[in-house]
């Protein structure tokens, strides 16, 4: 798997996003380039998976913009070909883990010709051969969010966004998963991630965003960030004393 | 001062018959009574035809229901949800007056046959097989949404996968719907008019031969339909476990 950034940097100016007149979301302004992981962090509460929905499109912003380099709305192009989303609890049909990647594959309109070589490529990049005529459902925790990771390598993204990816795993899990996550950042992927652990973001991000009670606070480089951050709740988040 | 007298006489009697319906039901059963088979064949063929089309319709429609919001919805699926409750005489008589020669349908010539029978049960079961797909679609949707949305899925896809998915549960809601064709006298009594050969199902052979009196053969028939429900759904809980 190689890809190609050409849909970023990522654009995004004046973002709200509301519901029901409780702002949840207030005035984000940044840009995301390619070649780098982001991770956005913050408390629970901070607004990082919902800014990463946006991003990601499954959510309509109340106001604001959020511009690709390439004109997505073009027929020709979908979301789909370009980014795609790993979820904190993965989101599994019931149905064999083959199953799972074949449904993707089909939904996203994939030669049917070449399917079968990628879904042997992604259940091989996973190493999820063993169990790949199991029932989904009842596979391990680490190994459904293995299989999510599968999904999201069986269509080559040039953007992956990761919702608290490792949230519910164990130490052995959350290596495995941030060991596919190098992955794709090595085959040309733009990562970006949503954590509160500190220590992964630590061991995995190139940049910062920094969100608390749904603002975006501080965006700098990783090493900036953890030993010098600019504001009042980075210091405290880093010290554990930021609470929602 | 009210003195309460048990109906110690007809309890015995009733004794008796239920066991005299055990014994009728098992020479029934044994002999292969030539009758009996006729209308349990027809008894099946009404209403598996019935709940077949009550699937063709109630599948899509609680999909539909489940899928779309927009405005009335709710009160589509209020209606939806009530017309469960929809008394077999009534829908019996709905049906008699739009089939007798009178009626807007009455150049069909369908009054007493087993088409009407066919008709009356779908119009009982149809609403118990939307509703309950509806239930069983809606809360898939809400599980599955973030997935199909971040692929983009179209409507038919997004409810393609839902009905394969809840292929399961929707066995379930078949059973329950045949479990109402298979048990119902009211309507195919009326519009069936329990013509002997013809129209007679197992319920209103029931029906007649405890208007005789001939209580023993009537629980004996009873007893045969017991069995043939039991029977139908033993094979939906092999076929299921088989394929689950």
């Not at chain 1, 989904?136 to 459904?144: F, V």
């Not at chain 2, 009574?33 to 009404?46: A, G, K, P, Q």
């Not at chain 2, 898939?140 to 896809?157: R, T, V």
């Not at chain 2, 029906?207 to 004996?220: D, F, H, I, Q």
């Given at each position: ?9 990522l654009?995004v ?23 780098q ?10 607004g ?38 790993v ?9 064999s ?11 996203c309109?994939?030669?049917r ?22 029932p ?9 969010q ?7 390598w069986a ?38 991630m949503t954590?509160?652990?500190l220590?992964q ?15 975006l ?6 090493d ?7 504001t ?13 | 001062?009210?003195?309460i ?16 319906g ?10 292969l ?14 209403s ?86 509806r ?26 996968t ?6 399961f549960s929707?066995?379930?809601v ?71």
């Open positions: 798997m190689k890809t190609n950034n050409k849909i970023l940097p654009e100016s004046k973002l709200n996003y509301e519901v029901n007149g409780h702002k949840l979301i207030e005035n984000l302004n940044f840009r995301l380039e390619a070649g992981i982001t991770v956005f962090l913050g408390p629970n509460g901070a990082k998976s919902l800014t990463l929905k946006l991003c990601h499109g499954i959510l309509k912003p109340s106001s604001g913009d959020i511009i690709w380099n390439t004109d997505l709305s073009n027929k020709s192009t979908t979301n789909k070909q370009f980014h795609t989303m979820f904190q609890k993965p989101i599994l049909l019931r149905r883990v083959r199953a799972n990647i074949e449904h993707t594959l089909k939904l309109k994939i030669p010709n070449t399917r079968e070589d990628i879904l042997e490529k992604a259940l091989a990049k996973t190493g999820l051969n063993e169990i790949s005529n199991l989904a459902k009842s596979i391990s925790g680490g190994e459904q293995k299989l999510a990771m599968a999904r999201a269509l080559s993204p040039k953007v992956l966004f990761l919702d608290e990816p490792t949230t519910n795993l164990d130490p052995s899990s959350t290596i495995a998963i941030e060991n596919l996550i190098e992955e794709f950042h090595k085959a040309g992927t733009k990562i970006i954590t509160h652990d220590r973001a630590q061991r995995l991000s190139n940049e910062i965003l920094f969100f608390h009670r749904g603002k606070l501080e965006q700098t480089d990783s900036t960030f953890f030993s010098n951050p600019k009042q709740a980075g210091r405290a988040f880093i010290k554990g004393e930021l609470f929602w | 001062m009210f003195i007298r048990f109906p110690i006489a007809n309890r015995i009697d009733d004794l008796d018959d239920l066991g005299q055990f014994t009728s039901a098992a020479s029934l059963i044994i002999s009574d030539t009758d009996l088979l006729s209308i349990l064949n027809l008894s099946l063929r009404v598996l035809s019935a709940v077949f089309i009550s699937c063709i319709i109630g599948f899509p429609l609680g999909a539909f229901l489940a899928y779309y919001k927009f405005p009335g919805q709710k009160g589509l699926v209020i209606i939806l949800n009530s017309l469960m409750g929809l008394p077999p005489v009534v829908v019996g008589l709905i049906v008699y007056m739009l089939l007798s020669r009178s009626g807007p349908f009455g150049v069909f010539g369908l009054l007493y046959t087993p088409t009407a029978m066919i008709i009356a049960q779908t119009l009982l079961v149809t609403p118990i097989i939307g509703a309950l797909t239930q069983i679609l809606e809360d898939l949707w809400f599980e599955y949404s973030d997935y199909l949305k971040s692929l983009e899925a179209s409507k038919i896809d997004s409810m393609a839902l009905l394969w998915d809840a292929r929707l066995a379930t078949l059973l329950a719907g045949f479990g109402r064709a298979i048990a119902e006298v009211g309507a195919v009594m009326i519009v069936g008019g329990n013509i002997d050969h013809i129209t007679r199902v197992m319920t209103t052979a029931i029906a007649l031969e405890t208007s005789k009196g001939n209580l023993s053969l009537a629980l004996g028939l009873g007893i045969v339909l017991l069995i043939t429900t039991l029977i139908v759904n033993a094979l939906a809980q092999l076929i299921r476990t088989k394929y689950n």
